[in-house]
């Protein structure tokens, strides 16, 4: 089992910076690639990011390429999203998830929101 629990959602203005983190505990060495997908009212579950756990490759939705910063800390186990340039469109919850070596995302966080006002 891996356990995930984000933080540092919260309301911003258009224009602004967030910072998330997720932790990850439990049998991590299991996990391949950590991901982040974000849900919005009304909307389905939609991919934002994800790195490699040990090669740090990253990948982003073209939605928010060159905005958000995908980056992990192995040591401590916890995998990082920075919002920056943030709209009203990337207002959602925000869920951290962790996927197998083929690439299934089988464990999720409770996520956090992400609210931008314009």
């Known amino acids: 089992q891996v356990q995930l629990v984000e933080s540092g959602g919260g309301l911003v203005q258009a224009g602004g910076s967030l910072r998330l983190s997720c932790a990850a505990s439990?049998?991590?060495?299991?996990?391949?690639?950590m991901g982040w997908f974000r849900q919005a009212p009304g909307k389905e579950r939609e991919f934002v990011a994800a790195?490699?756990?040990?090669?740090?490759?990253?990948h982003y939705a073209d939605s928010v390429k060159g905005r958000f910063t995908v980056s992990r800390n192995n040591a401590k186990n916890t995998v990082s999203l920075q919002m920056n340039s943030l709209k009203p469109e990337d207002t959602a919850v925000y869920y951290c998830?962790?996927?197998?070596?083929?690439?299934?995302?089988?464990?999720w966080g409770q996520g956090t929101q992400v609210t931008v006002s314009s």
């Open positions: 790195i490699h756990w040990s090669t740090g490759s990253t």
């Open positions: 998830a962790a996927a197998n070596s083929n690439s299934i995302y089988n464990y």
């Open positions: 439990g049998r991590t060495f299991s996990s391949y690639a």
